[in-house]
DNA sequence: TGTACATCAGTGAACGCGCGTTCACTGATGTAC
DNA sequence: TGTACATCAGTGAACGCGCGTTCACTGATGTAC
């Protein structure tokens, strides 16, 4: 009580200036998409002059950047809670946990989802600190793989010969993750991967609109399928 | 040569700006995306004054479905092409033919494969015009599978039964497209429908960088295992 | 414990830009008789 | 074949708006001695 104010408050309010404009920031990202987000709205919006945002992020792209690691960190997260959660249960039951959790992280955060996984941002490059936080969330899938090799419940082996090229890249990427992951199984993982985000993006773009009724139905039942694939099940 | 000019001139005139002006919102659309996609800029190119072009679209909305309608169609031309070419081969090669062609086409018009396989337009609400072009892509799957169950090498079984609301939500789909297909060969069907926009949305959206180098070779690969998928082959 | 100084948050004005859309208009092109 | 009229393409000015970013500034908050 010496001290006007505690040490640390600065900073402290700080922060919560920050969170503001985030949160500020993934409302419009909602309402009119990552190229309409605009600085002074949120100014505005906080009451503030649209100069003071400068005291906090540099330029709009520095503002979008920390959005879109954020989002990538979010989602990271929620696989990363799913997986968690169901640790004790097969691989095919934590593929189907895995993914339903991030589908339901899409449906939560659309804007965020666009962000990350829609038509890339015109005149925006992500800076390298985007990295680490996008590889999070296949770091989950990947040693997913990695269990099911080691005890023995993803078959290594696959009816369709995996081609050369593809083998090879392959090979290069565990060695870079870390993680040692036969070539047809990581080719499966690749695939189901994809297969996810289509899934959801189909979703959440609105392709399956007059389409499918039960979104929850349909997904539940892709995945399982997509499940048996990844493990090697006769299908 | 009695009148100053042909009759239809006019027509063709303003048939051939329409062509202009779609061009050049293609090249817009490219480099700054649908959200910055301006009839001023537009204007500005074909050497005309911005309110021009309101004798050729009364707003900036009504151009974009224009492109939308041309994009779908243009995709949907694609693929019945391709299916057109190789009408004589068996289902799974037609599968691969078809998926390869979607994604070539994709790889050349980028831009407009965002716009309608990506992130929809915050505060652009499609009209009813584009339901019918966009449906075309879909239905040339939709024959293919039926061609298939007609002849015998697609299996209408499946070893993952298939959920009562999604069968039930399918049959519906069937009738309204005139085709009879059973709902399990349905179901695979519209999971790799999913997947082959899933894979190519992640290579153009550049989420499979540094992950796949041979692209070719790996979309190939993948839309074999696809094919055998869908036709009911054990994997 | 008190004071001097440095740091920081936020202001307000301005620069220079682009946008969609409306409106009254001119002049050329097509059409009907 | 020639003329009168209607249609259409494109002009130019204007309305009212929003944007990112810079800059010199004020006043409050924290820090060092």
Chains 1, 2 share one sequence.
Do not use: C
């Not at 990295?131 to 269990?147: G, Q, W």
């Not at 009816?159 to 080719?187: F, K, M, N, W």
Request: no cysteine; net charge neutral; charged share 20%.
């Amino acid at each position: 009580m010496a001290r006007s104010t505690e040490p640390g408050m600065r900073a402290a309010t700080r922060r919560a200036t920050i969170e503001a404009i985030k949160e500020r920031a993934r409302h419009h990202l909602a309402a009119e998409g990552a190229p309409g987000l605009s600085l002074r709205a949120i100014a505005r919006d906080l009451g503030m002059v649209s100069s003071g945002i400068y005291r906090y992020y540099d330029s709009r792209d520095s503002l979008l950047t920390d959005l879109i690691v954020d989002a990538y960190d979010s989602i990271g997260a929620a696989a990363e809670a799913a997986n968690r959660a169901h640790r004790s249960r097969s691989i095919e039951h934590r593929f189907v946990a895995i993914a339903e959790a991030l589908r339901s992280w899409a449906r939560a955060h659309p804007a965020e989802y666009g962000l990350v996984y829609g038509t890339p941002i015109p005149g925006y490059a992500a800076p390298a600190d985007t990295i680490a936080p996008a590889v999070r969330v296949s770091m989950v899938l990947l040693r997913l793989l990695a269990d099911g090799v080691a005890d023995g419940s993803i078959h290594a082996t696959d009816p369709v010969p995996t081609p050369r090229s593809v083998r090879s890249e392959l090979a290069s990427l565990t060695e870079l993750a870390g993680v040692d992951i036969p070539a047809p199984v990581l080719a499966r993982g690749l695939q189901s991967w994809t297969a996810i985000f289509g899934t959801i993006s189909f979703e959440l773009f609105g392709h399956l609109h007059n389409v499918i009724v039960d979104y929850d139905g349909f997904f539940h039942h892709t995945m399982e399928r997509l499940a048996r694939f990844v493990v090697g099940q006769p299908d």
